[in-house]
């Protein structure tokens, strides 16, 4: 939520945000950078926070934009349906299928509503879920995968450490330690 005070006006037509999942994710980052406080993190989180006001701001632009499409509403709800079963096999293919629009052009209006691409938005949902389960469960890590839609472990831990900079199993041990 926005925070505002009287007597001063909203900066914005929407108070309610919801950050894309790359910003959750470099918010996850900076709260990280600034409780472990390692050499030169005042410099990563003031990167860090840029990058999150930029991608809000982006974010915002694109919402105005995307408001202007009648397919907005049914893109929404189609949004709402990966994220609560981002493991299923979901393509650009299928989901252009089910708003009943060629690829290209529901690739376009996707990247409107969501400020990404759908493939790169189903990886961040994925990757959000995975770094949940590894967190959180003592699961094996080829389940964790399967479960978030990676059935190939090797596949998941190479998509999972480009991602996080290290695999699996070191980011649930480091996760235990913090």
């Known amino acids: 939520f926005e925070a505002v005070t009287a007597p001063f006006m909203p900066l914005s037509q929407e108070p309610i945000y919801s950050p894309p999942p790359d910003c959750v994710h470099a918010m996850e980052q900076l709260v990280h950078e600034f409780t472990m406080r390692p050499a030169g993190y005042e410099w990563v989180c003031r990167g860090l926070l840029l990058g999150i006001l930029t ?3 982006r974010m915002q632009n694109s919402r105005n934009a995307a408001k202007s499409s009648v397919h907005t509403e049914r893109i929404r709800a189609l949004i709402e349906e990966v994220e609560e079963r981002s493991a299923e096999r979901w393509t650009n293919k ?3 299928a089910t708003m009943n ?16 691409p ?3 938005y189903l990886r961040s949902i994925r990757h959000r879920e995975a770094r949940k389960l590894l967190r959180e469960t003592d699961w094996p890590i080829e389940r964790v995968g399967d479960l978030v839609g990676y059935p190939d472990i090797h596949y998941f831990s190479r998509v999972f450490t480009a991602n996080e900079g290290i695999s699996p199993r070191a980011y649930r041990k480091l996760s235990r330690i913090l």
């Open 55 to 57: 991608s809000l701001l």
């Open 94 to 96: 299928s989901m252009a």
């Open 101 to 116: 629009m060629h690829e290209d052009h529901f690739a376009k209006l996707f990247r409107e509503v969501t400020g990404m």
């Open 118 to 120: 759908p493939g790169e």
